[in-house]
């Protein structure tokens, strides 16, 4: 596992406590593809989400995972779940989280309908004045068109998502490219 760039700035959006940093903030939330955990542990850190589960397909990444966050002080706000999103979520997380982080997961335009169904699966329903809410973050540097993959992830997640898919564009260098919210 690498660390990407854009988990790199999701993890700066975190830190400098803006408008994404406050979609995180005292909920639970679902790191899924999490890699080596930077933006699950940044969320947990930096922007102080209530709990993180990070959950990643390779169990090596996943003992870094945990090493980092407990590294970072967050390992009791945190656990590591070994989930491949083709084989679907555990029974356990779904209607579980508030929040699912999706870093660098559009890559492979196969898998985006998996990502989806998972993230939509995870999510708790609408309740007391919480509305769950993903959270994307792509590299402005991938051979293909952002827009054209965030539309199909809108579409797979479906039409109760409206308004509730935030999205970040970060180049190689990891520096804030653009934020918006997707509309399905």
């Given at each position: 596992?690498?660390?990407?760039?854009?988990?790199?700035?999701?993890?700066?959006?975190?830190?400098?406590?803006?408008?994404?940093?406050?979609?995180?903030?005292?909920?639970?939330?679902?790191?899924?593809?999490?890699?080596?955990?930077?933006?699950?542990?940044?969320?947990?850190?930096?922007?102080?989400?209530?709990?993180?589960?990070?959950?990643?397909?390779?169990?090596?990444?996943?003992?870094f995972?945990d090493?980092?966050?407990?590294?970072?002080?967050?390992?009791?706000?945190?656990r590591?779940v070994?989930?491949?999103?083709t084989?679907g979520?555990?029974?356990?997380?779904e209607?579980?989280?508030?929040?699912?982080?999706?870093?660098?997961?559009?890559?492979?335009?196969?898998?985006?309908?998996?990502v989806?169904?998972?993230?939509?699966?995870?999510?708790a329903?609408i309740?007391?004045?919480?509305i769950?809410t993903?959270?994307?973050?792509?590299?402005?540097?991938?051979?293909?068109?952002?827009?054209?993959?965030?539309?199909?992830l809108?579409?797979?997640?479906?039409?109760n998502?409206?308004?509730?898919?935030?999205?970040?564009?970060?180049?190689?260098?990891?520096?804030?490219?653009?934020?918006?919210?997707?509309?399905?």
């Open positions: 596992s690498l660390v990407w760039p854009s988990a790199v700035a999701l993890a700066r959006c975190f830190a400098r406590g803006d408008g994404v940093a406050s979609l995180v903030q005292g909920k639970r939330v679902l790191d899924l593809g999490c890699g080596l955990g930077v933006a699950g542990i940044a969320a947990c850190a930096l922007a102080d989400s209530e709990h993180v589960t990070l959950a990643e397909a390779d169990a090596n990444a996943l003992v995972a090493f980092n966050a407990r590294a970072n002080g967050v390992g009791g706000r945190t590591c070994q989930l491949d999103w084989t979520l555990d029974e356990g997380l209607g579980d989280f508030d929040v699912v982080l999706l870093s660098d997961v559009l890559y492979d335009d196969g898998a985006i309908t998996h989806a169904k998972v993230a939509a699966a995870a999510l329903p309740a007391d004045g919480c769950p993903v959270v994307v973050a792509d590299q402005a540097d991938r051979p293909y068109d952002h827009q054209q993959r965030l539309a199909q809108l579409e797979a997640l479906g039409e998502m409206d308004g509730r898919v935030h999205w970040e564009l970060a180049s190689t260098a990891s520096e804030h490219v653009s934020w918006g919210t997707g509309a399905g």
